[in-house]
C-alpha cells in the first residue's frame, strides 16, 4: 500500500509570513499539530505546535510572524512511499507526523503514525482476505489444529474431505474425521519436525500428505495438515504413460518400414521421420530435418498437390537423390482438420517389385484363364447335370457336347435305343444360348406320308384332309432353335433329297406352297442304326451323312458303364419317390448286383421302367431283388439260376466274413480296454466305421468294456 492511500489532506498551509495568533487559531479550528510552511507551492519547512509556543514564550506578542518557529528540513514522505517503510522512518526517526510531497517537493498532505497504523492494520485484513480466498480455491486440502489436535481453520476443499461444514468441524478433534492422520500429527508435535509423505491413503483415494508444524514466538502451537489429491495426477501419468508407450510403437513401426517414410504437419514441416528417408538423402539424424520444409528436404517430391490441394497423391514415379522411386502422399485428418501428410518413398529393390508385379499380372491372367474355364465348367454343368453318370467316359461327352453346342455345326448322336440321346440333344440346345425352341420329330414314328408336311409343313388346299389354314413344319417351328430328328435312319430316300436341301440352303417350300421359308434352325440327328452300311447299301444318302454328320458324339449301351447303375438307381429312386410320394431310400446290395449282373439291351430307358415297376412291388424302404422283374431271355435265365446258386454260396460266405469281423471287433475292444479311438486304430479303421459296424453287430460296448 502507497502513503498517498491514507495521508490526510486537512492539512493547513501557511506562508511564512503568517502572525502566530493566525496559526494558533488555525491549529484550534482544524485539530492539528502542524502546519506546512510554502513558498510558490513547495514546502519550506513545518510549524509545530511546540515551536509555536516556544516563539510566544519568547515573543510575547501573539501579532508577532511565525517565521521563527519555522523547522526547515522536516520529515517528509513522498506520496508513493510504501507504508511498511514509511511507519519505519517514523518509528526510526521518532516523529508522530510527516509531510507528504509529491515528486515536484508540493505538499499533498500530512500523515501520522496513527494513519499509518490504520493503513497496515486495512492491508493486513486485505491480505488475510486473500489468503482466504487463495486457501479456500485451492484443490490442496489444508487443515490446521491446535496442539489438542482440534482443528481450528480448514479450507473448502478440506470441508469436502471431512464432508462437515465449518460450524461442525472447527473445534473438533481432528480424529473424529480423518483417524488416519492422529498419529502423524502427534509425531509433528513431539519431534517439532515437518512430515511428509507420498501416499496417505483417505477413503480409497490417494494423497500426498505433509504435516508442517506451526510456530509462535518459537515455539510449536499447531500443525498444519496439507493434503494434495494425486489421483487425477496418476491418471495423467498413465496417459502419459500410454502416449509414450504409442509413440514408441509409431517409431518402432516407422523403424520397421522398409521404405522411406516422412510425416509432415499441415503446412508440409517435417515431423517425424524414419531411417529409411535418412538412408535416401544421406542424413544421419532425424534431428537435422525435424521442423524443416518438406520442398526444402526432398525438393523432388511434388508436396504442394499435397500439402495445398490436400490431394492424395498415389504412385508417382520420380528420381529421389538418384534413386528411382515410387511416392505415395496421403493428407491425415482427425474431426475433419487436416493434421498432416505422411509420405510414403518405396526405393529398395524397385526392380524386385517391378518383377514381382509381373508376376503377380501373370498370375491374374492365369487366375481369369481358369476362371473362365470354371465358368464354362459350371455351365456346362447346369446344362447336362440332368444326364447322371459318373463314367468318365460319359463326362467327356457331356464336355465335348458343351464346345459343340456353342457352335453351328451339324450333330449326329449315335447310341443303342435309351442311352440318353435326346438328353443330350436338349443340353445342347440349351447350352447353346439359341432363342428358339427345341422342336423333335421322330422320324420312325410318323407314317412315310405325313413326315413330309410334318417337316415342311403345308399350305392350305395342299392335299385332301389338310387344315383349312395350313399349318407350319418343324423346320419353321425351330427356327432360331434346333431341329431334333430322332431315328434319322428311318427317314425315307424320298425326303432325304428335300431334307437335304434344307440343309445346305436353309431354305424350303410350303407342300403346295410358293413361298420361300428361310429357315437357321440346328439340326442335331440321332439314330440307333448303323448309318454308314446304310450309305454302302444304298438306304440312305451319303451326302446328307456327311452333312448331318458334322460332329458326331456316340452314346455308349449301359451294360459298358455299369459303374453308372447305382447312381441311376439314386437319381430314379428320388424322382419316383416324389411321384409317388413314397420313401423309397435304395435298393439292397443284393438288388444291385442283380441289376448289375443284368445286359441292359433297352439301356437306361430300361433301367428306369424297371425300377418304376418295382416302386409298385416295393413296400419296405429298401428295393428287394425279389421286386426287380428283369427280362431275362431263356439261356440267361439259366445262367441266372446259376449264379443264384453261387449267390447263396456268396450269402454264405458273407455270414462268415461278417461272423469273423464282429469277432475282431469284440477282440479289439476288449484289447483297447473299451476306448472306441483305440479299437479303431487297432482295426484300421475310422472311428465312425467302429460305431457303425458295432451298432450293425448288437455289440453293447458299455457293458461289455467299461
Ligand atoms: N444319363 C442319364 N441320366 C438320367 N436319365 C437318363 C440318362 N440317360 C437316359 N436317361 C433317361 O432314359 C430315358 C431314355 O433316354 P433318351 O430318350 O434320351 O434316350 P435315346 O437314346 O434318345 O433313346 P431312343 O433312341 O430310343 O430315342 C429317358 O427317360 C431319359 O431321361
Known sequence: MKVKKILSTNFISLSKHHKIKDVLSLFLKKHQDIACVVEKRRLIGIVTKYSLYRLLLTTNDIHHPVKEAIIYNPITLNQNDNIYRSREKLVNLKVAHAVVVDDRNHVVGIISRSNIFQGL????????????????????????????????????????????????SIGTHIGHFLPELTQHIVDVIQTDQLIDFENTVINNTTYISSFIPIKAWGQINGVMIVLENVSKYEKIASELETTKRIEKMLDSALEAA???????????????????????????????????????????????????????????????????????????????????????????????????????????TEISYYRSKLKEVSEQEAHFNHI???????????????????GFSNILMTGESGTGKELFAQGIHNASGRTGQFVKINCAAIPVDLLESELFGYEEGAFTGAKKDGKAGKFDLANEGTLFLDEIGDMPISLQVKLLRVLQDKKFERIGGTNTIYTDARIISATNRDLLSMVQAGTFRADLYYRINVIHLHLPPLRERKEDIPYL?????QKFNQKMNKKIRGVTPEALLMLKDYHWPGNIRELENILERAFHFCNKQWILPENILLDLPKERKTIKAESN????????????????????????????????????????????ALYYKMKKYHIKELNDFH
Open 121 to 168: 492494520v486495512a492491508e493486513t485484513q486485505h491480505l488475510s482476505k486473500k489468503l482466504n480466498n487463495l486457501m479456500n480455491n485451492l484443490q490442496t486440502m489444508i487443515i490446521s489444529v491446535d496442539l489438542n489436535l482440534t482443528i481450528t481453520t480448514l479450507n473448502h476443499s478440506a470441508k469436502k474431505i471431512i464432508g462437515s461444514s465449518n460450524e461442525n
Open 388 to 406: 447322371i453318370s459318373s463314367s468318365p467316359l460319359i463326362q467327356s461327352l457331356k464336355s465335348n457336347a458343351h464346345v459343340a453346342a456353342k
Open 645 to 688: 446258386h453261387h449267390k447263396n454260396n456268396l450269402s454264405n460266405a458273407k455270414k462268415i466274413m461278417d461272423d469273423t469281423e464282429k469277432k475282431l471287433i469284440i477282440q479289439a475292444l476288449t484289447t483297447a480296454n473299451g476306448n472306441r479311438t483305440e479299437a479303431a486304430k487297432l482295426l484300421h479303421i475310422s472311428r465312425s
Open 258 to 364: 522398409y521404405d522411406g517414410i516422412v510425416i509432415t504437419d499441415p503446412n508440409g514441416k517435417i515431423m517425424k521421420v524414419n531411417q529409411g528417408f535418412l538412408e535416401l538423402l544421406d542424413y544421419h539424424h532425424e534431428n537435422e530435418l525435424i521442423g524443416k520444409p518438406i520442398e526444402t528436404i526432398a525438393p523432388e517430391i511434388p508436396s504442394e498437390k499435397s500439402i495445398k490441394q490436400r490431394k492424395q497423391i498415389e504412385g508417382e514415379y520420380i528420381h529421389i537423390n538418384g534413386y528411382k522411386s515410387v511416392v505415395t502422399q496421403t493428407p491425415i485428418y482427425r474431426n475433419n482438420e487436416n493434421i498432416g501428410i505422411i509420405i510414403k518413398i518405396i526405393f529398395r529393390q524397385l526392380e524386385l517389385w517391378k518383377d514381382l508385379f509381373h508376376h503377380m499380372d501373370r498370375l491374374e
Open 569 to 573: 438307381c439314386d437319381y430314379f429312386i
